[in-house]
């Protein structure tokens, strides 16, 4: 069976970094894209990051500048390191996989129905 499951969230002060981990399983890692995604309390699911099977990486303008995304091809491992955070970054960070094969172009990458696996999510707090 597929796993997707995130780790590293946490409580943090304003200005503070994270890095949250998605650690996969059962499924063939360099032929996925994987995606970061985020719930804010009271809204919805929105794009964060996004990165290809060969490295390439799209972000949502937010976290442009702040976040990074990487993967490690060794560990089946999907990272999100999160820099100047802010309290509007709080929110439930969820990791999301799809088959290169699905080609995402554009902002494809920010619909979330395109993901066929999703994980459970990790909670990030930022305090002001």
């Known amino acids: 069976a597929v796993q997707v499951e995130e780790s590293g969230g946490g409580t943090v002060q304003a200005g503070g970094s994270l890095r949250l981990s998605c650690t996969t399983s059962g499924l063939n890692f360099d032929a996925f894209d994987m995606g970061w995604f985020r719930e804010p309390p009271g809204k919805g699911r929105e794009g964060v990051s996004f990165v290809k099977w060969n490295s390439e990486t799209n972000y949502a303008s937010f976290a442009e500048g702040r976040f990074a995304i990487s993967r490690d091809r060794a560990k089946n491992t999907v990272y999100l390191q999160m820099n100047s955070l802010k309290p509007e970054d709080t929110a439930m960070y969820y990791c999301?996989?799809?088959?290169?094969?699905?080609?995402?172009?554009?902002?494809?990458?920010?619909?979330?129905?395109?993901?066929?696996?999703w994980g459970q999510g990790t909670q990030v707090i930022v305090s002001s």
């Open positions: 999301a996989a799809v088959g290169a094969a699905r080609y995402l172009d554009g902002d494809a990458w920010k619909e979330t129905n395109r993901y066929k696996y």
